[in-house]
Nanobody, 119 residues
C-alpha cells in the first residue's frame, strides 16, 4: 500500500512562500502511470486541486493559482514539494498530497497538514 505523509510549517506569514513536502513510502515517484498531486481544503469549503507532477516529471497546475504554485520532486528521497508564493489568509487550509495510479484511478491520500496564514 502506497503511503504519503505531508510535512510543513503550520503557520506562515502573509506574503511569504509556503513550502510543503510529501514523503512517499511503499511506492516510487517514478512508478509508471502515477501522478502526484497537491489538494487543499479551506475551512468550510470543498476540495481544491492545485497541481501535480507526473512519473516522468511533467507538471501541471490549476489556472486559479495564477503561477503562484510550483511543484518539484527529489527522486533520491522519494519526496515531492509544493511551493506557494505570496500567500494570503485565503490560502489557509488543510493541504493534502495525493498519489494517483491513473490507469485505474486508484488514489492514495496523505493525512493532511493544517496551514494557517496569519501575521
Amino acid at each position: 500500500q502506497v503511503q504519503l505523509q505531508e510535512s510543513g510549517p503550520g503557520l506562515v506569514k502573509p506574503s511569504q512562500t509556503l513550502s510543503l513536502t510529501c514523503t512517499v513510502s511503499n511506492g516510487s515517484l517514478r512508478a509508471d502511470f502515477y501522478y502526484w498531486a497537491w489538494v487543499r481544503q479551506p475551512p468550510g469549503k470543498g476540495l481544491e486541486w492545485m497541481g501535480a507532477i507526473t512519473y516522468i516529471g511533467n507538471t501541471i497546475y490549476s489556472p486559479s493559482l495564477k503561477s503562484r504554485a510550483s511543484i518539484s520532486r527529489d527522486t533520491s528521497k522519494n519526496q515531492f514539494t509544493l511551493q506557494l508564493s505570496s500567500v494570503t489568509p485565503e490560502d489557509s487550509a488543510v493541504y493534502y498530497c495525493v498519489g494517483t495510479y491513473y490507469s485505474t484511478g486508484m488514489e492514495y491520500w496523505g493525512q493532511g497538514t493544517l496551514i494557517t496564514v496569519s501575521s
